[in-house]
């Protein structure tokens, strides 16, 4: 596989995946070193000057105004990293520690950290030996960043912490001895290089919107085979209709619901001398709100993949032309931008959800489920068929609803009123993880019902496209017969829409 190359530069969505998911292998451009070897030639100019600077030779947060002997800056910086390293909760996936290992050595590479370039390629170096820092998932206010992940992230740099290494949990120096890898001993400003900054909120908001983007795009597949199972028209999918209110996301929609049900047999069987004159929302308004989900999970990656490339620690490192330059302090490091994004990432996928579970309804509920057996069973009343399925549903669809909550309107001021309004991204990026595997399920749970709904439509055919996105489904699982425990089914369509088996429908 060819290298990531890394210059501090946005990365994709697809490429973070393929190194935090396939393993790809990374590199840094050399022209990035040289970037990372001026800064920190400054820092060194502003230590020999005796200048102050904060982070620098100064105590952290509240106490910034301390300044620190000279002999005590690697000290400093050790210290910082073993004090922050307070996270709890359950440790972040492989994935997402690769990810986070990712991102940070990209940042540092834009060359404004002031670090030495051995810290960025020992990162890249934990990345391509497989050694996976253990980082519990909470304690992160997104603001200074994400102190307390990041810090786990960096005592296995200097030989601490914990990792996974070759699928076992050992102590960070021995995966470091096992990989071959020396530790680094942290110099003036490393530490602070490493800590600040949004990469664990952006590894795991970067690593869910990539799976919502994939859930928002077969929703599109799933509806089309519940509106064939239900005897639905595709006329509200008319282009024109789309034009005339013409938001991208909801064109494209139309025109992939379209493409889905070319061919129905279904379709010209109730043609003529139908009732009904238009569809129940959740089918008829498909494009609409998926359409908007697809809007809003744009706008989310677009800020995700502004944030991969943008410098977040603090201060920052300008060096000049002359050998001089400035470091200033700001506050990039406040996760605002992103958790503002996953609020709406969140809201916007609970309710993608909702509309599928509507559907999931209507193919269950023999009271507008046009004619198909109660509850899909081939024996109504010996058998109930899918009912527990609707009522999963039902029980994900209020957790997401809770966990689309906002968090970025939940600021607590910390480190003695320093740090006085932070952005929470870290749990958005969390909830928004949670909410994300839900709707993977949802959609299977549909996709499930929706295939067993087209087999009671027998002799004729869905559409040509939903025709083999049912014989998808059905290498997945198969038809239900008669009464079984259907958490495994339901599980194992959650995992092969996460891991792609539907991506030709993904259009």
């Known amino acids: 596989m060819e290298s990531l190359v890394l210059d501090g530069q946005a990365l994709t969505l697809s490429e973070i995946e393929s190194v935090a998911l396939n393993s790809r292998p990374v590199e840094v451009a050399p022209a990035a070193l040289k970037r990372v070897t001026a800064s920190r030639e400054l820092i060194e100019g502003i230590l020999a000057a005796g200048q102050t600077v904060y982070g620098v030779n100064t105590g952290f947060g509240k106490l910034s105004d301390v300044r620190i002997a000279a002999g ?28 986070m290992l990712l991102l940070r050595a990209n940042v540092l590479a834009k060359g404004f950290s002031g670090c030495r370039r051995e810290l960025v390629e020992l990162l890249v170096a934990l990345l391509n030996a497989g050694v996976h820092p253990v980082i519990p998932e909470k304690g992160s206010v997104g603001a200074s960043g994400d102190l307390a992940p990041l810090a786990h992230l ?21 995966a470091l001895r096992r990989a071959g890898l020396q530790p680094l001993e942290l110099a003036a400003k490393e530490g602070l290089a490493l800590l600040n900054g949004t990469q664990a909120m952006t590894a795991v908001g970067a690593l869910a919107v990539a799976r919502g983007l994939r859930v928002a795009r077969l929703a599109d597949a799933a509806g089309a085979m519940a509106l064939e199972a239900l005897m639905g028209t595709p006329s509200a999918f008319d282009a024109r209709i789309h034009e005339a209110r013409p938001h991208a996301g909801q064109i494209a929609a139309a025109a992939h619901l379209l493409h889905l049900l070319e061919g129905s047999e279904i379709r010209e069987a109730h043609r003529e001398h139908d009732s009904r004159v238009q569809d129940a ?4 308004c498909m494009p609409q709100v998926h359409g908007a989900v697809r809007n809003v999970l744009g706008h989310v990656q677009q800020v995700l993949e502004i944030e991969t490339g943008s410098a977040t620690d603090n201060p920052l490192v300008f060096p000049d032309a002359t050998g001089g330059g400035d470091v200033i302090s700001g506050g990039n490091f406040h996760g605002a931008p992103l958790a503002y994004a996953f609020d709406y990432a969140a809201i916007a996928l609970t309710d993608l959800a909702g509309i599928a579970e509507r559907r999931i309804d209507r193919l269950l509920n023999p009271d507008i489920n046009e004619g198909l ?37 939940g600021s607590i001021p910390t480190d003695g009123g320093k740090e006085d309004h932070v952005s929470m991204g870290m749990t958005g990026a969390i909830k928004l993880r949670q909410i994300v595997e839900h709707a993977e399920r949802i959609v299977g749970i549909e996709l499930m019902c929706a295939a067993q709904g087209l087999e009671f439509r027998r002799p004729l055919k869905s559409g040509r496209e939903v025709e083999l996105a049912y014989k998808a489904v059905r290498t997945v699982v198969t038809r239900l017969e008669q009464d079984r425990a259907l958490s495994t089914d339901i599980d194992a369509l959650a995992g092969a829409v996460r891991a792609g088996t539907f991506d030709a429908w993904c259009e």
């Open 72 to 99: 005590s800056l690697a000290q400093l910086q050790t210290n910082l990293v073993r004090s922050h390293a307070g996270g709890v909760g359950q440790p972040l996936s492989e994935g997402e520690s690769r990810a």
């Open 154 to 174: 960096a005592l296995v740099a200097i030989g601490e912490g914990e990792a996974f290494f070759k699928g076992e949990r050992v102590d960070g120096g021995e």
């Open 373 to 409: 057996p109660a509850f899909l069973s081939a024996d109504p009343g010996l058998s109930s068929g899918f009912m527990i399925a609707q009522i999963v549903a039902a029980a994900l669809i209020n957790e997401c609803q809770v966990l689309s909550h906002p968090s970025s309107t």
């Open 281 to 284: 929302y959740c089918l008829r």
